[in-house]
């Protein structure tokens, strides 16, 4: 439902001109809401588990990683590196 309503339509575009996927759902939902669900927001942090944020929602929903990643509207990635720059294969070992 979340990705039909608010995303299909530029997540399946051959190309999307944007800094990145935050500044796309800020543009995105700027004139239609003043609180952004926090589902809408989730970090990648949920499968680590060093993070402070891991399996958040895991526990929230009572569902497991999969079904959390079938059901995310959009993952924000904060590391270092961005899954969708290039990168080299070392680079993604770190």
Known sequence: LFY??????SL??????????????NSHFRNSMDVLDG?????????????????YWQKYFQK????????????HFIAEWKPWRLTTPEQLQR
């Open 4 to 9: 039909e309503r608010d995303f299909s339509k």
């Open 12 to 25: 399946d575009a051959s190309v999307v001109q944007v800094d990145g996927e935050m500044d796309w759902v």
């Open 39 to 55: 589902f809408y927001a989730l970090l990648v942090g949920e499968w680590c588990g060093d993070d402070k944020i891991f399996q």
């Open 64 to 75: 497991g990683p999969e079904w959390i990643l079938a059901h995310a509207p959009i993952v």
